[in-house]
């Protein structure tokens, strides 16, 4: 099975893709989240696998918006522990370091422990983009903070682990096919929808009483503006339910009347959520 996601060897993302598809996957790299949803709607990928949420630094816009405006459908939901590692050459200390490249959500994510160093943090693409970079680069004074098979992958060795500022880091992500190859006979428990609300007023408020009146959970809400339409926003939930539940259905039927436009991103199999409290540290 082809599972594309973004980034390269090492990324995070391939780390949670492999946990969730197992050793029978063969993940396939892009530069683009762009890249992962082509790949899926050509067929050179059978899914796709992408972050969409961080318990530190909240939704991955852009992939919500590409589960709203892409023909594909979101069939499982998986969580990963980050564990953030500065990554620099063999031979190196960690006193000598002077520039760390990463992700910039990384990057605030380990700014404290940056800052205490008096380290300048330049932004890269992708986590293991920056570790890839460094390895290459071979230059005095440059690290990466990535995950520790990062290390392994690039020929860098850890020199400091566990870096970033608030301890319980997870990130959610969402498996997806093409809408067409979604299969009937799923177990669901948790559905995600998108839709955008009539303007006057109490629309909104219409809207999710819908889920209050058929006593249905939400676990997350959130706005997205609409590209196309200047100030005008998109609202994306997810609850407990699946698609295919009495109660549901019938919501999501009373939504497709009173919103503008509904889209049900996908449903799904409700997976463990991870139970550490973050603390500071």
Same mark, same amino acid.
């Given at each position: ?7 390269v060897a090492g *990324?995070?993302?391939?780390a949670?893709?492999?946990?969730h598809?197992?050793?029978d996957a ?9 890249q ?6 050509d067929g050179?990928a059978?899914?796709g ?5 961080n318990?530190i630094?909240?939704s991955v816009?852009?992939?919500?918006d590409l ?5 594909v459908f ?14 620099g050459?063999?031979?190196d200390?960690l006193e000598?370091v002077t ?7 990384a990057?605030?994510?380990?700014r404290d422990?940056l800052n205490s160093r008096?380290l300048r943090?330049?932004p890269e ?5 920056a570790?890839e970079?460094?390895?290459q680069r071979?230059l ?10 990062c290390?392994?992958?690039y020929?860098?060795?850890?020199l400091?682990?566990?870096i ?6 997870f990130?959610?992500?969402l498996a997806f096919?093409r809408e *067409?190859?979604?299969p009937a006979d799923?177990r ?5 929808v998108a839709f ?7 629309a909104?408020?219409d809207?999710l009483k819908?889920?209050?009146?058929h006593?249905?959970?939400l676990?997350?809400?959130?706005s997205r503006?609409?590209?196309?339409n ?12 699946g698609?295919d539940?009495a109660?549901v259905?019938?919501?999501?039927a009373?939504?497709g009347?009173?919103a ?6 996908g449903?799904y ?8 409290a973050?603390?500071?540290?």
């Amino acid at each position: 099975m082809k599972v594309a996601y973004q980034g390269v060897a090492g *990324a995070y993302s391939e780390a949670a893709l492999r946990l969730h598809f197992g050793a029978d996957a063969q993940p396939i790299g892009f530069a683009f989240s762009e890249q992962v949803f082509d790949a899926v709607e050509d067929g050179r990928a059978d899914a796709g696998f992408v972050p969409v949420e961080n318990s530190i630094a909240g939704s991955v816009g852009v992939n919500a918006d590409l589960l709203l405006e892409r023909k594909v459908f979101a069939i499982a939901e998986a969580y990963l522990p980050i564990d953030h590692c500065l990554l620099g050459r063999p031979g190196d200390r960690l006193e000598d370091v002077t520039a760390v490249y990463s992700h910039p959500i990384a990057l605030a994510q380990c700014r404290d422990f940056l800052n205490s160093r008096g380290l300048r943090a330049v932004p890269e693409y992708d986590t293991a983009g920056a570790a890839e970079l460094v390895a290459q680069r071979r230059l005095p004074g440059e690290a990466a903070i990535a995950s520790k098979r990062c290390a392994e992958v690039y020929g860098l060795q850890v020199l400091s682990s566990d870096i970033q500022s608030v301890k319980g880091n997870f990130t959610r992500f969402l498996a997806f096919v093409r809408e *067409a190859d979604a299969p009937a006979d799923r177990r669901t428990g948790k559905t995600s929808v998108a839709f955008s609300v009539h303007h006057h007023p109490g629309a909104l408020l219409d809207c999710l009483k819908l889920f209050a009146d058929h006593a249905i959970n939400l676990t997350k809400l959130e706005s997205r503006p609409i590209a196309s339409n200047p100030f005008e926003y998109s609202f994306f939930v997810d609850f407990l339910g699946g698609a295919d539940d009495a109660a549901v259905a019938a919501a999501l039927a009373e939504l497709g009347a009173a919103a503008r436009h509904v889209k049900v991103l996908g449903s799904y199999p409700l997976a463990e959520r991870p139970t550490s409290a973050p603390r500071r540290g």
